[in-house]
């Protein structure tokens, strides 16, 4: 009987040790990814196009402000009339991105 309380005693508190000082690993969220947005050309003139474009990675949600969604790869042509400032919003689960460009006329 005294050996089968030894082994309870010194060989449990072993076992629990070991399984205490087991490590896990963080999970990481991340945001989505602009990974391209611009305007070409970079200027126009009164009455001429551009075009913007883009590229998104881990989006589940993309929208251009005045245009409403598109998708991950998309493009619009605009013909602003003055100074404008389109601002590129994509969303995931674990947040928001932004990133903006300018057309100067």
Not at 8 to 31: D, Q, R, Y
Request: aromatic residues 10%; neutral net charge.
């Amino acid at each position: 009987m005294k050996n089968k309380l030894i082994f309870i005693f010194v060989f449990l508190p072993f076992v629990c040790a070991c399984k205490n000082s087991v490590e896990t690993s963080p999970v990481v969220k991340s945001l989505p990814i602009i990974q391209q947005f611009k305007v070409v050309p970079s200027s126009i003139d009164f009455d001429q196009r551009n075009e913007l474009s883009w590229s998104i990675n881990g989006a589940q949600l993309v929208e251009l402000n005045g245009f409403g969604k598109g998708r991950l790869v998309d493009y619009r042509d605009v013909a602003p009339q003055e100074t404008t400032t389109y601002v590129l919003t994509a969303t995931n689960t674990n947040g928001i991105a932004f990133e903006h460009t300018e057309t100067i006329l």
